[in-house]
């Protein structure tokens, strides 16, 4: 049962950049989907991005699509989120989660969640 600590939240202004990281306390397994969500003030949590422990295999949401990249570095058991050209939109609290899923993007679906890294993008 992985632990998941995010990192690298902050104020940004608008198109500028931050890159998020969430570190797991073990290794995950290659049947892993690691993925970000992200959670504004009144609003339901929603799938930002994706990435597949086995491959690397990745996927996005069509808001982040061409500025947001997720990527993995197996010896660190880490995940990162490069956040580009943000938004004011782009404001949320961002999370970590993982599960034994393939590419899905259902809150729901994903068990281990970590406590969330803040994120704001000022005008």
């Known amino acids: 049962q992985p632990q998941l600590v995010e990192s690298g939240g902050g104020l940004v202004q608008a198109g500028g950049s931050l890159r998020l990281s969430c570190a797991a306390s073990?290794?995950?397994?290659?049947?892993?989907?690691m993925a970000w969500f992200r959670q504004a003030p009144e609003k339901e949590r929603e799938f930002v991005a994706a990435?597949?422990?086995?491959?690397?295999?990745?996927y996005y949401a069509d808001s982040v699509k061409g500025r947001f990249t997720i990527s993995r570095d197996n010896a660190k058991n880490t995940v990162y989120l490069q956040m580009n050209s943000l938004k004011p939109e782009d404001t949320a609290a961002y999370y970590c989660?993982?599960?034994?899923?393939?590419?899905?993007?259902?809150?729901?679906?994903?068990?281990?969640w970590g406590q969330g890294t803040q994120v704001t993008v000022s005008s």
């Open positions: 989660a993982a599960d034994r899923v393939r590419m899905v993007t259902e809150v729901s679906a994903y068990t281990y």
């Open positions: 990435i597949l422990w086995n491959d690397g295999s990745t």
């Open positions: 073990v290794r995950p397994s290659r049947t892993y989907t």
